[in-house]
């Protein structure tokens, strides 16, 4: 009896991205030995299946995390962006500004899915596991208004034990950081330092040149993850966006978190 060619071939393709955290359409193409026509028909059989999807960040192609039964403590950020994909991808077409999506990891947020690359807008590419300053960053500070009491403690007591490398930070964390929390919890909405160039260097060293605002997605009283809108800061386009879009960007943020419910 003989087998079914393209099953095998779906089951090929499957089988290599459980052994990896995603590929491209070429290197996919290498593994397989695979035609890219023919590996684009099985990729877009097994999408609308719901066993693969495509990050709209790095457009990389990875298992859906429902389908492949992992339970890795890692893989908790690629099911949040996973399912968080096509949120970010409505959020930037509705207001034009890309986002990113960040998690909690090892007293840092980690760049799990961004929307940058649909806005050809330009805007510095932060590569995904990009790991963001929680003192200076718009979803650094909206993680640390909207934690629990305890998380965020443990968060200050290690960047005092481990200093931060962007002077700013210092400042901060030991003058400013209380108030800030406090203004943030107010509005809702956390904002981006006006000294922070979006690395652990100094402003006058590196700069972006982009500024946000951020929100986080919220599971009851449980921080899941945040999001951003990013824009370039020479626009002074700040009170604009927040009057404009706050509440797109917070009803992408509930919208993700009932995906992640979902799941």
């Known amino acids: 009896m003989k087998t079914i060619r393209s099953l095998e071939r779906g089951l090929c393709v499957l089988k290599i991205l459980d052994e990896h955290t995603g590929l491209t359409l070429a290197e996919l193409a290498a593994r397989t030995n695979l035609a890219k026509p023919t590996l684009m028909r099985i990729l877009l059989t097994l999408e609308e299946s719901g066993m693969t999807w495509k990050a709209i960040g790095d457009g990389r192609y990875r298992r859906c995390l429902r389908a492949s039964g992992k339970s890795r403590l890692d893989e908790r950020a690629y099911r949040i962006a996973e399912v968080a994909a096509p949120h970010l991808d409505v959020l930037q077409r509705t207001v034009i500004w ?3 999506l960040l998690i909690y990891r090892n007293y840092r947020l980690e760049l799990v899915e961004t929307s940058r690359r649909q806005s050809n807008l330009g805007l510095f590419p932060y590569r ?4 963001i300053n929680m003192f200076l960053s718009a979803p650094g500070r909206a993680w640390l208004a909207f934690c629990s009491e305890r998380d965020r403690d443990r968060i200050i007591a290690h960047a005092q ?4 490398l962007n002077p700013r930070s210092h400042a901060v964390l030991y003058g400013e950081l209380e108030a800030i929390l406090a203004a943030t919890r107010k509005l809702g909405y956390a904002s981006r330092d006006p000294l922070f160039g979006g690395t ?3 402003i006058s060293e590196f700069d972006d040149g982009l500024d946000a605002i951020a929100v986080p997605i919220m599971d009851g009283k449980r921080i899941l993850a945040c999001m951003n809108l990013v824009w370039p800061r020479k626009y002074r386009l700040k009170e604009k966006i927040v009057r404009a879009h706050i509440k797109d960007l917070k009803a992408a943020a509930d919208a ?3 995906s992640v419910k979902a799941m």
């Not at 034990?161 to 931060?164: A, D, I, M, Y």
Request: proline share 12%.
């Open 98 to 100: 890309p986002s990113d």
């Open 161 to 164: 034990s481990h200093p931060e």
């Open 200 to 202: 652990d260097r100094d």
């Open 128 to 131: 995904i596991g990009f790991r």
């Open 256 to 258: 993700i978190a009932e």
